[in-house]
Protein backbone atom coordinates (compact mmCIF):
# COMPACT_ATOMS: atom_id res chain seq x y z
CA UNK A 1 0.00 0.00 0.00
CA UNK A 2 0.88 3.32 0.06
CA UNK A 3 1.94 3.76 -3.43
CA UNK A 4 2.57 7.01 -5.40
CA UNK A 5 3.07 6.85 -9.25
CA UNK A 6 5.11 9.73 -11.04
CA UNK A 7 4.79 10.16 -14.35
CA UNK A 8 6.72 10.93 -17.21
CA UNK A 9 10.27 8.67 -15.65
CA UNK A 10 11.62 11.00 -18.45
CA UNK A 11 11.92 14.04 -20.28
CA UNK A 12 13.41 15.73 -22.59
CA UNK A 13 12.08 19.75 -23.95
CA UNK A 14 13.62 22.35 -25.80
CA UNK A 15 15.10 25.36 -23.75
CA UNK A 16 11.63 27.80 -23.44
CA UNK A 17 9.18 25.42 -23.35
CA UNK A 18 6.33 23.91 -20.31
CA UNK A 19 6.90 20.39 -18.68
CA UNK A 20 4.45 19.01 -16.55
CA UNK A 21 5.16 16.43 -14.49
CA UNK A 22 2.56 14.31 -11.97
CA UNK A 23 2.18 12.95 -9.16
CA UNK A 24 -0.39 9.90 -8.38
CA UNK A 25 -1.35 8.84 -4.89
CA UNK A 26 -3.10 4.91 -5.87
CA UNK A 27 -4.18 3.94 -2.64
CA UNK A 28 -4.68 6.86 -0.52
CA UNK A 29 -6.03 10.39 -0.34
CA UNK A 30 -2.50 12.66 0.11
CA UNK A 31 -3.43 15.41 1.42
CA UNK A 32 0.34 16.72 1.78
CA UNK A 33 2.16 16.55 -0.65
CA UNK A 34 6.27 17.47 -1.29
CA UNK A 35 8.63 18.33 -4.60
CA UNK A 36 12.44 17.67 -4.26
CA UNK A 37 14.72 18.53 -6.94
CA UNK A 38 17.97 16.25 -7.14
CA UNK A 39 21.12 17.43 -9.00
CA UNK A 40 24.05 14.59 -10.24
CA UNK A 41 25.78 13.21 -6.51
CA UNK A 42 23.68 15.67 -4.52
CA UNK A 43 21.04 14.72 -2.08
CA UNK A 44 17.40 15.77 -2.77
CA UNK A 45 16.49 18.98 -1.73
CA UNK A 46 13.35 20.26 -1.29
CA UNK A 47 11.09 22.53 -3.60
CA UNK A 48 7.89 23.16 -1.92
CA UNK A 49 5.07 21.44 0.11
CA UNK A 50 1.53 21.24 -1.21
CA UNK A 51 -0.85 20.73 0.46
CA UNK A 52 -4.41 19.98 -1.30
CA UNK A 53 -6.49 23.26 -2.42
CA UNK A 54 -4.58 25.67 -1.42
CA UNK A 55 -1.32 26.80 -2.89
CA UNK A 56 1.77 25.78 -2.65
CA UNK A 57 4.82 26.85 0.30
CA UNK A 58 7.95 27.09 -1.39
CA UNK A 59 11.55 26.63 0.28
CA UNK A 60 13.99 29.83 0.22
CA UNK A 61 15.43 30.18 -3.31
CA UNK A 62 13.00 28.44 -5.14
CA UNK A 63 11.05 30.54 -7.81
CA UNK A 64 7.17 29.97 -7.47
CA UNK A 65 6.62 31.57 -10.98
CA UNK A 66 8.61 28.92 -12.81
CA UNK A 67 7.59 26.02 -10.54
CA UNK A 68 4.25 26.06 -10.71
CA UNK A 69 2.64 23.25 -8.00
CA UNK A 70 -0.96 22.76 -8.66
CA UNK A 71 -2.68 20.21 -6.10
CA UNK A 72 -6.29 19.87 -6.93
CA UNK A 73 -7.40 16.70 -5.24
CA UNK A 74 -6.42 14.29 -2.97
CA UNK A 75 -4.29 11.94 -5.34
CA UNK A 76 -2.53 14.57 -7.76
CA UNK A 77 -0.20 16.76 -7.65
CA UNK A 78 1.17 18.43 -10.71
CA UNK A 79 4.34 20.65 -11.31
CA UNK A 80 4.95 22.23 -14.05
CA UNK A 81 8.41 23.85 -15.04
CA UNK A 82 7.61 26.88 -16.84
CA UNK A 83 10.14 27.99 -19.90
CA UNK A 84 12.43 25.67 -19.05
CA UNK A 85 16.39 26.20 -19.17
CA UNK A 86 19.43 24.19 -19.25
CA UNK A 87 19.87 24.38 -15.35
CA UNK A 88 17.16 23.28 -14.85
CA UNK A 89 18.01 20.02 -15.95
CA UNK A 90 17.89 17.47 -12.51
CA UNK A 91 15.63 14.63 -11.42
CA UNK A 92 12.27 15.83 -9.94
CA UNK A 93 10.99 13.59 -6.80
CA UNK A 94 7.64 13.71 -5.39
CA UNK A 95 6.93 12.63 -1.98
CA UNK A 96 3.21 12.42 0.26
CA UNK A 97 2.87 11.76 3.72
CA UNK A 98 0.10 8.73 4.47
CA UNK A 99 -1.46 7.69 7.96
CA UNK A 100 -0.32 3.85 7.89
CA UNK A 101 0.99 1.29 10.76
CA UNK A 102 3.13 3.82 12.24
CA UNK A 103 1.03 6.42 12.79
CA UNK A 104 2.35 7.95 9.30
CA UNK A 105 5.01 7.53 6.48
CA UNK A 106 6.44 8.64 3.66
CA UNK A 107 6.61 7.19 -0.05
CA UNK A 108 8.26 8.54 -2.92
CA UNK A 109 7.49 8.41 -6.59
CA UNK A 110 9.78 6.92 -8.89
CA UNK A 111 11.52 10.02 -9.85
CA UNK A 112 11.78 12.06 -13.57
CA UNK A 113 14.50 12.85 -15.13
CA UNK A 114 14.11 16.56 -16.97
CA UNK A 115 16.50 17.42 -19.44
CA UNK A 116 16.31 20.69 -21.46
CA UNK A 117 17.99 20.95 -24.34
CA UNK B 1 15.30 17.99 13.24
CA UNK B 2 18.41 16.35 15.32
CA UNK B 3 21.58 16.64 13.18
CA UNK B 4 22.69 13.48 12.21
CA UNK B 5 26.66 12.46 11.19
CA UNK B 6 27.22 9.53 8.17
CA UNK B 7 30.06 8.23 6.88
CA UNK B 8 30.52 9.43 3.24
CA UNK B 9 30.64 5.82 1.84
CA UNK B 10 31.20 2.22 2.76
CA UNK B 11 32.08 -0.92 0.93
CA UNK B 12 30.85 -4.43 1.75
CA UNK B 13 31.00 -7.87 0.04
CA UNK B 14 28.33 -9.76 -1.39
CA UNK B 15 26.57 -12.09 1.91
CA UNK B 16 28.25 -10.24 4.42
CA UNK B 17 26.62 -8.24 6.91
CA UNK B 18 26.34 -4.06 5.89
CA UNK B 19 26.50 -2.16 9.36
CA UNK B 20 25.49 1.81 8.68
CA UNK B 21 26.48 3.88 11.56
CA UNK B 22 24.59 7.06 12.19
CA UNK B 23 25.55 9.79 15.03
CA UNK B 24 22.67 11.69 16.19
CA UNK B 25 23.96 13.48 19.57
CA UNK B 26 21.65 16.38 19.72
CA UNK B 27 18.52 13.86 19.41
CA UNK B 28 15.40 14.86 21.90
CA UNK B 29 13.53 12.45 23.96
CA UNK B 30 10.38 12.36 21.45
CA UNK B 31 12.82 12.14 18.13
CA UNK B 32 12.72 8.88 16.32
CA UNK B 33 15.55 7.64 13.86
CA UNK B 34 14.19 6.75 10.51
CA UNK B 35 16.16 4.92 7.67
CA UNK B 36 15.94 5.31 4.03
CA UNK B 37 17.59 4.54 1.23
CA UNK B 38 17.61 5.96 -2.29
CA UNK B 39 18.77 3.22 -5.55
CA UNK B 40 20.36 4.93 -8.45
CA UNK B 41 17.89 7.14 -10.37
CA UNK B 42 15.27 6.08 -8.15
CA UNK B 43 12.97 7.45 -5.48
CA UNK B 44 13.48 7.03 -1.77
CA UNK B 45 12.62 4.19 0.11
CA UNK B 46 11.45 3.74 3.96
CA UNK B 47 14.08 0.65 5.71
CA UNK B 48 12.69 0.68 8.93
CA UNK B 49 12.83 3.45 12.17
CA UNK B 50 12.83 3.13 15.84
CA UNK B 51 12.75 5.38 19.17
CA UNK B 52 14.48 3.58 22.03
CA UNK B 53 14.27 -0.06 21.22
CA UNK B 54 15.70 -2.16 18.29
CA UNK B 55 13.98 -3.28 15.80
CA UNK B 56 14.12 -5.14 12.45
CA UNK B 57 11.96 -6.00 9.69
CA UNK B 58 12.23 -7.80 6.83
CA UNK B 59 14.55 -5.33 5.27
CA UNK B 60 17.13 -5.02 7.83
CA UNK B 61 17.55 -4.12 11.72
CA UNK B 62 18.26 -0.66 13.47
CA UNK B 63 20.23 -0.95 16.26
CA UNK B 64 19.47 2.45 19.02
CA UNK B 65 22.72 2.82 21.83
CA UNK B 66 21.58 3.32 25.07
CA UNK B 67 22.14 6.81 25.72
CA UNK B 68 20.51 6.89 22.05
CA UNK B 69 22.85 9.38 20.52
CA UNK B 70 24.03 6.85 17.83
CA UNK B 71 22.45 4.13 15.48
CA UNK B 72 23.20 0.94 13.43
CA UNK B 73 21.69 -0.07 10.24
CA UNK B 74 22.19 -3.79 9.85
CA UNK B 75 21.45 -5.23 6.39
CA UNK B 76 22.21 -9.09 7.28
CA UNK B 77 23.54 -10.38 3.98
CA UNK B 78 24.07 -7.80 1.57
CA UNK B 79 23.35 -8.21 -1.80
CA UNK B 80 24.24 -5.94 -4.88
CA UNK B 81 21.02 -4.75 -4.99
CA UNK B 82 21.28 -3.38 -1.80
CA UNK B 83 24.32 -0.44 -3.33
CA UNK B 84 22.23 2.93 -2.21
CA UNK B 85 22.75 6.28 -0.40
CA UNK B 86 21.41 5.46 2.25
CA UNK B 87 20.18 8.05 4.39
CA UNK B 88 19.80 8.50 8.28
CA UNK B 89 16.79 11.21 9.60
CA UNK B 90 15.84 12.26 13.18
CA UNK B 91 12.61 13.45 13.54
CA UNK B 92 9.46 13.98 15.96
CA UNK B 93 6.27 12.86 15.42
CA UNK B 94 5.12 16.31 15.72
CA UNK B 95 6.61 17.23 12.73
CA UNK B 96 4.14 15.00 10.91
CA UNK B 97 2.83 17.21 8.53
CA UNK B 98 6.32 18.62 7.05
CA UNK B 99 8.95 16.77 4.47
CA UNK B 100 11.36 15.13 5.10
CA UNK B 101 15.03 16.55 5.08
CA UNK B 102 17.74 14.56 3.74
CA UNK B 103 21.71 15.12 4.36
CA UNK B 104 24.36 13.53 2.44
CA UNK B 105 23.62 10.12 3.34
CA UNK B 106 25.99 7.37 3.19
CA UNK B 107 26.75 5.88 -0.46
CA UNK B 108 27.10 1.53 0.29
CA UNK B 109 28.86 0.14 -2.40
CA UNK B 110 28.24 -4.20 -2.75
CA UNK B 111 30.62 -6.19 -4.70
CA UNK B 112 30.73 -9.40 -5.71
Known amino acids: ?24 SLDFQATTMFWYRQFPKQSLMLMATS ?7 YEQGVEKDKFLINHASLT ?32 FGSGTRLTVV | DAKTTQPPSMDCAEGRAANLPCNHSTISGN ?5 YRQIHSQGPQYIIHGLKNNETNEMASL ?4 DRKSSTLILPHATLRDTAVYYCIVRSAGQAGTAL ?12
Open chain 1, 51 to 57: NEGSKAT
Open chain 1, 1 to 24: GAVVSQHPSWVICKSGTSVKIECR
Open chain 2, 31 to 35: EYVYW
Open chain 2, 101 to 112: IFGKGTTLSVSS
Open chain 1, 76 to 107: LSTLTVTSAHPEDSSFYICSARYIGDVAYGYT
Open chain 2, 63 to 66: IITE
